[in-house]
């Protein structure tokens, strides 16, 4: 196959096909439907042995003794570590290092790492760990507010030394914020109506599949190579190198494949522990959890507790609010602090009010710890102001979406933090688009779906239980809207890294993208391949594996990614661009004014100008040359909240999602069936509209496993009752209903392509939209979620 | 403990086997076929699923020696397995499908590039309908999910969205909202259909 060389022989201005807009397809798809493609639990090196950690059985407890003489003395086992073993600095963390690598003489969870053990077998070490005998001595446990700050309370880490230690009340507190604005007693004067109500929300667990793991490689400098699921590679090195006592250049970290993260993986698991063992035994160390173990191993949503008070005038525009929201951190800091930060300045909602007093505050606590999961602290808040919204509304007599459009906020509304919001708000709007779609019809197990598909009498509450044919099923509609931060909030350095190369391979253009990235599932490496062929007009881009070997991305949360590192794809592809250019104008600039006075773009493999006309073919220019630029990229600077009155520029951008559930509920039995859970959210600009649509129907679905079924159960002693997907429920296929989608698409001018982060807000109102709608079905208040059978039938 | 069964159609060996060890870690460990996945190991997930004599099974649950002289197909054996069934032969001895039944699929695997069909490679129409609509995200649940869809087309080729729901309540996602994945299996039905009506069959 000859390649064109004249220029004047192609369609001129031909766009390059799998650009932005396009729903183009993920690159690693042929690998992950042929089972080829290497999760990191499918790492696997010749020799390599097997880690194991041994977990405390107790929540709190003084650790007297550790004997590991028998277990080490076990056939197959190569090395045992615990904390006396640690060759470096011993604790790590996201925030405050308060997090030790192997417990330091005291557990303070139920499930914390005591001792490391490397051995030839997955189970001889589990046996070998097995024979480990530790001594304990149990502790009083700190479960709750109160017993956290109570008289002579155990205090959980008395040498803080954390930039917030001299701002709490009490050294259990991780962190406390209030933000107050305008004058909320004095407003509550206007008010005819005021509403208060009390809510809790449940633990939930990210749940990801893949679960963590990793191998570790120790290399002949000493150093060690770690192939890893992570979220953030440049974060793992950056706590890695203090505790393995190495220059982090000694450090090599590769992402395997990492299979689903959901803030899951924004803290180190068994990094440290695998290159531990690696860097003592000098052999390859792998580690899987198991799904038990995983239960363990990562930090989940904070539980919290929250109490709001909202006043309304009687034409239903709301006077004030007060809120107080307790997030229980469980027993080390995590994200605890940002969570915080999240669950106060986003605490009143996509709504104007004026007069606002407002309190978060995270614990210390002996329960496990809490951190990052999507929605991060604004999932809790929307829970509580959205039941709140619909009780306002019914006092009121109104119609509950009428309400929310009246007091909905707007481009240009002042914020609680003072700040204002300075792009689309649609909040109105997206509403208006939910209620507007289609209901699904009644008796659908006789009808169909609303998309004209047949369903039957599975599709009832209960399901292939055939616990009903339709007798005591009612049903209830429900509304929600929420609003979520895009990125690192608070001042946070929040930049990516992107390398882009250009050059010519058998005659063709071709460009490589290498970025830090965390491909999660999320779909950045397809979006990266958009932008590059947008921009530079070729049809191959490769994406380089994500290694350290490059700057660092920035985490793959927080709906940052496609903004901050596509971002920083965009500006190195425009750098690259200008040389292109520049080089095009030496080389054949004499031949054409144009080169000198006209705009230039890169399009189809040609150069042309903004009229369309095609100067030469792209092969050319850079013929005999490699382009090859690393750029960093920031977003607009951010500012922290004002530690006393929580004012401040904190936030970048915000993103909008609505949803309306239609739930069935057997009244009997307690059991609910979600219907249809419609969404409209605002995406800014759709760069990979099937993805979009995608990210949305996940985070909806993660939003209704909160609403009716997933909890960690933490008893009373701090143990965990349920680590298993036995105990803990996630959705099925059978319990998701259809998620129809609507897309608006209101470019943010501060974003790079307009674009919104979309992957955390479909989960803030799935949630209180499956619960208003059990609420609408049922009559019955439901402050906690999730929402439990026997919460339905007064049992 | 020596052990000894077909995997996708070829006679596989594993030697050393723990009596605990499951067709899983087998499959996994011992003969590089990491496809089938571990997300629980308590047969609760769906994502080790793979063919135990035509059947769908849970890896995880399945002890390695119950395996012996009996035929496995795992996800990497998958286009195959629907190649050989649509042309009525058996790579496994295991296949139920007759010919006049068997589905006439034309396999476009995806480019590794733009993740967009080619004419050259050869996966199953199951693994292309799943690319096509988008339903593979992180990918973890995939290769069990592609199993059990595939069965399920094996038997019921034009199943209802309760059928599909029925089919694929044992295998959990946690990224995509299964819509997408409904919409795939949906897919691959009506590519299936589409082509046996085309041909008048
Ligand atoms: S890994 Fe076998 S069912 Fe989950
Ligand atoms: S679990 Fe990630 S795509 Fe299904």
């Known amino acids: 196959m000859g390649v064109t060389r004249n220029p004047t022989n192609i369609t001129q201005g031909s766009k390059t096909k799998g650009g932005l807009g396009e729903s183009t397809l993920r690159p690693d798809g042929t690998l992950k439907v042929t089972g080829e493609f290497a999760y990191s639990s499918d790492m696997w090196h010749e020799d390599m042995l097997w880690g194991f950690t041994l977990r405390s059985p107790h929540a709190h407890a003084k650790i007297l003794s550790i004997d590991t003489g028998e277990a080490l003395a076990t056939s197959g086992v190569y090395a045992i570590m615990t904390h006396d073993d640690l060759p470096a600095f011993t604790k790590y963390g996201l925030e405050y290092k308060d997090t030790p690598v192997l417990a330091d003489g005291v557990v303070r969870y139920h499930g914390e790492p005591i001792a490391i053990i490397a051995a030839d077998h997955p189970e001889t070490a589990r046996r070998a760990a097995a024979k480990i005998k530790v001594e304990f001595e149990l502790l009083p446990l700190v479960i709750d507010e109160e017993t956290a700050l109570a008289d002579g309370a155990p205090i959980l880490h008395p040498n803080r030394d954390d930039h917030h230690a001299g701002h709490v009340t009490h050294p259990n507190i991780v962190h406390r914020q209030p933000i107050i604005r305008g004058d909320a007693n004095e407003a509550a004067q206007r008010a005819d109506i005021v509403i208060s109500g009390e809510y809790e929300v449940g633990m939930q667990d990210q749940a990801f599949l893949g679960p963590e793991s990793g191998l570790a490689v120790p290399a002949e400098d000493g150093g060690v190579d770690l192939y890893i699921a992570t979220q953030w590679l440049h974060s793992d090195l950056g706590q890695l190198g203090p505790v393995l006592g190495l220059p982090e250049d000694k450090i090599r970290m590769t992402l395997s494949g990492v299979g689903g993260a959901f803030g899951g993986r924004e803290d180190l698991s068994m990094q440290a522990h695998a290159c531990l063992l690696a860097l003592r035994t000098g052999k390859p160390v792998k580690i899987v959890y198991n799904r038990f173990e995983s239960f363990f191993g990562h930090v989940h949503r904070h539980p919290a507790k929250l109490w709001y008070e909202h006043g309304v005038t009687s034409e239903g525009k709301i006077t004030h609010m007060k809120c107080r929201i307790v997030l229980d951190g469980g027993a080390y800091a995590s994200a605890s602090p940002a969570v915080v930060g999240n669950a106060s300045s986003l605490a009143v909602g996509p709504y104007v009010i004026d007069d606002v007093e407002i309190e978060a505050v995270a614990l210390y606590t002996n329960n496990p710890p809490c951190g990052a999961m999507r929605g991060f602290g604004a999932v809790q808040a929307c829970f509580a102001y959205e039941a709140q919204m619909d009780k306002l509304a019914a006092a009121l007599d109104m119609d509950a979406v009428e309400f929310r459009q009246l007091n909905a906020m707007s481009q240009g509304t002042i914020m609680p933090t003072g700040q204002p919001v300075d792009s689309p708000a649609p909040v109105a709007e997206l509403l208006r688009r939910v209620k507007a779609l289609p209901m699904p019809p009644e008796q659908q197990w006789l009808a169909g779906d609303s998309a004209g598909r047949s369903t039957d009498v599975r599709a009832l509450p209960g399901g292939l239980s055939n616990t009903t044919h339709g007798e005591g099923v009612v049903r209830g509609v429900g509304y929600a809207v929420g609003i979520k931060n895009v990125g690192f909030s608070e001042g946070f350095d929040d930049y990516s890294t992107a390398r882009v190369r250009l050059e010519v391979i058998n005659g063709e253009p071709v460009a490589m993208v290498h970025t830090a990235m965390a491909e999660v599932g999320q779909g950045g490496v397809t979006v990266h391949a958009q932008i590059a062929r947008t921009e530079l007009g070729v049809a191959q881009v490769t994406i380089h594996p994500a290694d350290t070997q490059v700057g660092s991305a920035g985490s793959t949360s927080a709906s940052r990614q496609t903004y901050v590192t596509g971002g920083a794809v965009k500006n190195s592809c425009e750098a690259v661009r200008e040389k292109v250019l520049e080089l095009g104008r030496a080389r054949f600039g004499s031949y054409h004014p144009a080169w000198a006075t006209a705009e230039l773009l890169l399009e189809g493999g040609k150069v042309v100008t903004d009229g369309g006309e095609v100067l030469a073919d792209l092969v050319d220019v850079i013929e005999g040359e490699t382009i090859d630029l690393e750029l960093e990229w920031r977003h607009r600077p951010t500012q922290a909240f004002d530690l006393v009155t929580g004012q401040g520029h904190g936030h970048v951008q915000y993103s909008f999602c609505a949803h309306r559930a239609v739930v069935e509920v057997d009244t009997e039995l307690g059991l609910v069936k979600v219907i249809e859970l419609a969404a409209a959210q605002d995406v800014g600009k759709a760069l990979n509209p099937l993805s979009v649509v995608g990210q949305i129907q996940g985070g909806t679905t993660q939003g209704l496993g909160l609403a009716v079924m997933e909890e960690i159960i933490v008893d009373k002693n701090a143990k965990v009752r349920n680590p298993s997907f036995t105990d803990y429920l996630i959705p099925t296929i059978l319990d998701t209903p259809t998620i129809p989608v609507d897309v608006l698409e209101l470019a943010d001018e501060h974003a790079p392509y307009g674009l919104r982060g979309i992957g955390e807000a479909p989960t803030l109102s799935s949630t209180p939209a499956v619960v208003a709608a059990i609420r609408a079905a049922t009559g019955l208040a439901l402050k906690r979620v999730p929402v439990r059978p026997e919460h339905l039938t007064g049992t | 403990m020596r052990v000894t069964f077909n995997v996708n159609g070829r006679p596989q060996e594993a030697d050393d086997v723990w009596e605990g060890e499951s067709l899983l870690y087998v499959l996994r460990e011992r003969m590089g076929l990491p496809g089938s996945k571990n997300a629980c190991e308590q047969g609760e997930c769906g994502s080790c699923t793979v063919r135990l004599d035509g059947v769908p099974v849970c890896a995880c649950l399945v002890a390695a020696a119950q395996v012996q002289d009996r035929d496995v197909v795992t996800v990497e054996g998958l286009a195959d397995y629907a190649k050989d069934r ?116």
């Open chain 2, 86 to 201: 649509a042309a009525g032969r058996c790579g496994t001895g295991a296949c139920g499908t007759p010919l006049g039944e068997a589905q006439k699929w034309a396999a476009k695997p995806a480019d590794g590039q733009t993740g967009e069909s080619t004419e050259s490679g050869d996966l199953s129409p199951i693994q292309e309908a799943f690319i096509d609509a988008g339903a593979v995200q992180c990918g973890f649940c995939t290769p069990g999910l592609l199993v059990a869809a595939d069965e399920l087309l094996e038997r019921n080729p034009s199943p209802s969205d309760q059928d599909i729901r029925e089919a694929l309540s044992g295998n959990l996602c946690r990224c995509t909202g299964y819509e997408k994945i409904l919409d795939a299996v949906r897919l691959a039905a009506a590519r299936g259909e589409s082509v046996t009506a085309g041909e008048g069959v």
